[in-house]
C-alpha cells in the first residue's frame, strides 16, 4: 500500500461532569469522525485554532490516546485494538516530538540519558554502542557529541528542540508526530529547524504529521494539508493547491490571516474577519460547526452535517455550498 498510516472515522471523546451534581455525564468531542491517509514518506499538515482537536489527533494516532472509536491502519495492519504489549514494536516505529522543548525535556537527566532512554527501553544494544549512537544522534542534530554529559537548562530553546528531535531518531522510527515543533521558537529558528526536518526525512525516508496552528508554517514542510474546525477535518488538499484555491470558508478565512507579499494578491485575498464565538467542543449541535461564525450558512448547515466530498484532483471538502 501507499499508505503508512489509514484513519478511518476516528472519534477521541473526553467525558466532561457537568450540573451541581455532576450526575450527566457529556463530551469533549475532540476529534469526532475523522478520516484521512498519509502516503510513506509525505508530510501531512494537519492545521486549526486551539482546541480544534489536532493535538489530540496526532496523540490517538499513536495511541497515546484511546481511540473512542474508529480505526487506525499503521502499514496495513489494525493497531486500533492492540494491547500495551502488542503496541512495543509500534511504539519504537512512531514517535512524537513536541511543541515545547522546555516542558518537554526532564530536568534532572543528562541530554545523553535523554537521548539514549527509549533505545534502554527497547533494550537496543549495549552500554557503549548506545552512547557512540546518542553522540551521533546529537552531531546529526547539529548538536556536539560533548553535549551528552549536559543538563536541559544549559541549551537555549532551539537547542533543546533538536534534543527533542535526536530524542525521537534514536529508535530509527518510520513515523514521526511533529506536534508544533516550532511553535515556541524565536522565529529566526523556526526555518532552522524546519529545514532540519526536511534533511532528515530526506536521508531517513520518515514519514511526517505535522501539526501547527498557522498555515504559514505548514506550507513549506507539507506536501498536503488538512485543516481542522472543532473537531471535524474540513478541507484536505495539495499543500499548493490549497494556498492557490481554498474552497472551505474556514480555510479561505485562516489564509485571509496570512499577510502575503505581493501587492497584487494583497488585493484579491482581503482579510476575512471571523465573526461569532468559537463553540464549546461540549456535546456540539446538530450542523455544521462552522455556521455560527459563517457568511454563507444556509439553512442546511443548521440541520445536517457536510460529508467529505472530493472535488477531483485530491482536494476534499466539507461543506454544503458543494451539495
Ligand atoms: Fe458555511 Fe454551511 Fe459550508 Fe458550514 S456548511 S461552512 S455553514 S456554508
Known amino acids: 500500500s501507499q499508505f503508512l498510516i489509514e484513519i478511518k472515522n476516528l472519534k477521541k471523546y473526553f467525558p466532561v461532569k457537568k450540573g451541581i451534581f455532576k450526575t450527566s455525564s457529556s463530551y469533549v468531542k475532540a476529534v469526532d ?60 516505529k512512531m514517535q512524537i516530538i513536541f511543541q515545547d522543548p522546555y516542558a518537554s525535556l526532564d530536568a534532572r537527566m543528562t541530554v545523553g540519558d535523554i537521548v539514549g532512554e527509549a533505545i534502554d527501553i527497547h533494550n537496543l544494544m549495549g552500554k557503549k554502542e548506545r552512547n557512540e ?71 531517513l525516508g520518515l514519514t511526517y504529521l505535522f501539526i501547527a496552528h498557522d498555515l504559514s508554517m505548514v506550507k513549506h514542510i507539507s506536501n498536503r494539508v488538512g485543516v481542522m474546525y472543532l473537531g471535524k477535518l474540513v478541507e484536505l488538499a ?58 454563507f450558512a444556509k439553512p442546511i448547515c443548521s440541520k445536517e452535517n457536510p460529508v467529505f466530498k472530493d472535488l477531483g484532483g485530491e482536494h476534499y471538502v466539507a461543506c454544503h455550498l458543494f451539495d
Not at 43 to 69: F, N
Not at 133 to 145: A, F, I
Not at 146 to 169: K, V
Not at 241 to 268: C, F, G, R, W
Request: charged share 25%.
Open 133 to 203: 549512537r546518542v553522540q551521533y544522534l546529537l552531531q546529526r542534530v547539529g548538536l556536539n557529541s560533548e553535549h551528552a554529559n549536559r543538563y536541559p537548562h544549559e541549551f537555549s530553546g532551539g537547542q533543546r528542540q533538536r534534543i527533542g528531535i535526536a530524542r525521537a531518531l534514536a529508535v530509527q522510527p518510520e513515523f514521526i508526530v511533529c506536534d508544533e515543533p516550532i511553535s515556541a521558537l524565536d522565529v529566526s529558528i523556526q526555518a532552522q529547524v524546519v529545514n532540519m526536518l526536511e534533511d532528515l526525512q530526506g536521508d
Open 33 to 92: 469522525d475523522v478520516s484521512f491517509e498519509i502516503k510513506k514518506g509525505e508530510t501531512l499538515g494537519l492545521v486549526g485554532e486551539s482546541g480544534c482537536g489536532k493535538t489530540t489527533c496526532g496523540r490517538t494516532i499513536l495511541k497515546l490516546y484511546e481511540p473512542t472509536s474508529g480505526k487506525i491502519i499503521y502499514d496495513g495492519k489494525d493497531i486500533t485494538k492492540l494491547s500495551v504489549n502488542q503496541m512495543l514494536s509500534y511504539r519504537r
Open 238 to 295: 495539495a499543500s499548493n493547491e490549497l494556498y492557490k484555491n481554498p474552497q472551505h470558508p474556514y480555510t479561505q478565512a485562516l489564509l485571509s490571516a496570512i499577510p502575503v507579499p505581493d501587492p497584487d494578491m494583497a488585493e484579491e485575498r482581503k482579510r476575512i474577519i471571523l465573526e461569532g464565538e468559537i463553540p464549546s467542543p461540549i456535546d456540539p449541535p446538530e450542523g455544521c460547526r462552522f455556521k455560527g461564525r459563517c457568511r
